[in-house]
């Protein structure tokens, strides 16, 4: 794709804030790794369902009750279908990716985690990726080890190999992109590896979802975690995947209503997944909205979505490179949805609020990655980061803006 076999208008026009006229004033959204913008069409879900068929799921015989729960059912559907699950049954609703990993942090440490054992994360890690597992290395006597990176922000894969075969090593969870960096990791080189030592693998995908066509049984992890809200998607949902036999074998995450078969005060039998690990009443709306977003992107095609990145993301590393006394954080040759960088000694929250002033939004600071930033002896970074509706004039703002705010500050 070379920018102009993309209707980037007619896409800009679904995203009613990005209406200068919705909106109040002009908005250069570059956050979308935090959260993205909301189509009209997943809005309209939204008012949608409490409108017209609002009701409680998995538990009325009434006519509203069966509906929700169809559409609910419906999405899940359709979100096993978008990320090529074997079966919907393997697709669990949750709050977030956050929720997924704590999911299976604990039932995993609960089932498997003994004494002396070893998780193995890498240093790139969202602390939604850090701290389950230290609460579950806490609870039973195990221990955190960590892959390092090198200084172009890649994996490092020596390191890796050697990490992989440390003995007692019981679980491999690892981010597929880095939210800071941008990096793209060799994932199922990752994944074969694990499995050549039966490791198990969890597979962050909240910044890789919304990037780069995912396909479960290909990546062949036993876990996969991603939030709704990163995209196109609503706050409040988002999933677990996880192969059956996995699912089967972990204990229940939470106890209570819709996780269970039957229940007297000796002994409760559980419910079969992916219901035993949906306790209570799930977010109805969020999933069937998110369900909607998932139309919306396969509407536009996540291989289109993907070209459309890449090129805004070369072009936007090209031209920010021309600023004098720029320091990329992460320059890993494969990348994706964010670019990370400093301009001489300005300090991050400075530049980010002079953009603002601009009406460009960017993220500054740790990013919820604050050992990474150790690593890199830095406070924080810039972060711009991409979705499918920014555009090539939108990155030109930026460069001018962080010209501008250099001269101010420098
Ligand atoms: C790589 C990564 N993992 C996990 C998370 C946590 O996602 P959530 O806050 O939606 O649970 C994020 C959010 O920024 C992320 O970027």
Redesign the pocket.
């Given at each position: 794709m070379n920018g102009t076999d993309w209707d980037i208008e007619a896409i800009r026009k679904d995203f009613p804030i990005l209406d200068e006229k919705i909106y109040g004033k002009p908005l250069v959204y570059l956050d979308n790794?935090?959260?993205t913008q909301k189509p009209l069409s997943v809005l309209d879900k939204l008012e949608d369902y409490y409108r017209k068929y609002n009701s409680n799921v998995h538990r009325g015989v009434h006519l509203l009750s069966q509906e929700a729960t169809e559409a609910y059912e419906i999405a899940r559907r359709k979100i096993a279908h978008f990320i090529n699950a074997k079966s919907d049954k393997e697709v669990i609703f949750t709050?977030?990716?956050?929720?997924?990993?704590n999911l299976v942090a604990n039932c995993f440490g609960r089932r498997f985690l003994k004494e002396g054992d070893i998780v193995l994360i890498s240093a790139m890690?969202?602390h939604?990726?850090i701290v389950p597992w230290q609460i579950t290395c806490e609870e039973h006597g195990g221990e955190l080890k960590v892959i390092p990176i090198h200084e172009n922000g890649e994996l490092n894969m020596e390191a890796f190999d050697q990490l992989i075969d440390t003995p007692k090593l019981k679980f491999l969870s690892i981010?597929y992109?880095?939210?800071t960096l941008g990096t793209v990791n060799p994932i199922k080189e990752i994944i074969v590896k694990a499995h050549q030592r039966n490791i198990p693998v969890l597979v962050?995908v909240?910044?890789a979802v919304q990037h780069i066509p995912l396909d479960v049984q290909d990546l062949d992890a036993e876990f996969v975690?991603f939030?709704g809200?990163?995209m196109y998607g609503p706050?409040g949902v988002?999933c677990l995947y996880g192969k059956t036999e996995w699912l089967d074998k972990l204990p229940p995450y939470q106890g209570g209503g819709d996780m269970i078969k039957e229940v007297t005060f000796a002994k409760t039998e559980y419910n079969v997944i992916p219901f035993k690990f949906e306790a209570g009443t799930p977010d109805i709306s969020g999933a069937i909205v998110l369900g909607e977003a998932v139309d919306y992107m396969t509407k536009l095609g996540i291989e289109n979505i993907q070209k459309w990145e890449h090129y805004l993301i070369q072009y936007a590393v090209e031209q920010l490179r021309n600023i004098p006394n720029i320091r990329f954080i992460g320059e890993a040759k494969n990348r994706a949805g964010a670019i990370s960088f400093l301009v001489g000694k300005i300090h991050p929250f400075d530049l980010g609020e002079l953009l603002d002033k601009q009406g460009i939004a960017v993220r500054t600071g740790h990013?919820?990655t604050q050992p990474l930033m150790d690593i890199f002896s830095i406070a924080g970074t810039v972060r711009a980061s991409f979705a499918l509706y920014n555009t090539k004039a939108e990155i030109d703002k930026l460069i001018t803006g962080v010209e501008k705010a250099a001269s101010i500050l420098g």
């Open positions: 790794a935090a959260t709050k977030g990716t956050t929720d997924s990993i890690e969202h939604s990726n981010t992109v880095s939210n962050d909240a910044q975690a939030s809200h990163k706050t988002g990013h919820c």
